[in-house]
């Protein structure tokens, strides 16, 4: 399954040497996200940014995508709905590395909500660390098997609203112990009062920590 949507070249003008792929939340699209890009840019004028719509239709809204499923938000198939959608998500990965002639180090993920879900899953299981992982009003989804499976350790910033009203303040703290448990360098921004949602503070971190893992 090929993954497609929205994407920005660099604000250099020149070929991309480093690239961004952001991952929007349930119900959403790619266009829900490449609005970061814009922010983004003049700190990263040689990075590329692509936004792609989740593999699926949307079955809770008449419109938009999503990664998996959550009509049955048992953990058990929230498990295996990330599963299912981790080798699309791996080969759009691999195709966009391919496509501007990047190494994984050159690439990093932003995720929100389930295309954090996403990030955390898919990352620390490809054969090459990404440059680094942002992730969004997320949680790690894991039934333990990512103690056996780990590969990769990208650094990852992780940020969450203490109001959110959708994924629960708490799973910043348990997803940031379970990957630093797996020497997963993590940072984490708790932003005051928020939701579901991204505030400036969480835009600025973002921009920065990408900085700091996409240098040219």
């Known amino acids: 399954m090929q993954l497609s949507g929205p994407s920005l070249p660099p604000a250099d003008g020149k070929p991309?040497?480093?690239?961004?792929?952001l991952l929007h939340g349930l119900g959403a699209d790619g266009n829900d996200l490449i609005g970061l890009a814009p922010h983004w840019?003049?700190?990263?004028?040689?990075?590329?940014?692509?936004?792609?719509?989740?593999?699926?239709?949307?079955d809770m809204a008449p419109y938009g995508y999503q990664w998996f499923s959550l009509q049955d938000r048992t953990p058990a198939r929230v498990i295996a709905g990330v599963q299912a959608a981790a080798?699309?998500?791996d080969g759009f990965i691999d195709q966009q590395m391919a496509d501007h002639g990047l190494a994984a180090n050159q690439v990093a993920l932003v995720g929100f909500s389930q295309g954090t879900m996403m990030s955390l899953s898919v990352a620390p299981r490809r054969s090459h660390a990404l440059a680094g992982v942002v992730g969004y009003s997320g949680r790690l989804?894991?039934?333990?098997?990512?103690?056996?499976?780990?590969?990769?350790?990208p650094p990852m910033l992780l940020v969450h609203g203490t109001q959110d009203e959708i994924v629960p303040y708490q799973s910043l703290e348990m997803s940031a112990q379970a990957l630093t448990a797996l020497d997963v360098p993590v940072e984490t921004l708790s932003c005051p009062?928020?939701?579901?949602?991204?505030?400036?503070?969480g835009l600025q971190a973002g921009g920065a920590f990408l900085q700091k893992v996409l240098t040219a």
């Open 87 to 89: 080798p699309i998500l």
């Open 141 to 153: 989804v894991d039934d333990g098997s990512l103690a056996t499976q780990i590969t990769a350790r």
């Open 193 to 201: 009062g928020l939701g579901h949602g991204i505030d400036p503070a």
């Open 41 to 58: 840019a003049p700190l990263l004028p040689h990075v590329a940014f692509v936004s792609p719509n989740a593999p699926y239709p949307c």
């Open 16 to 21: 991309a040497r480093g690239l961004v792929i």
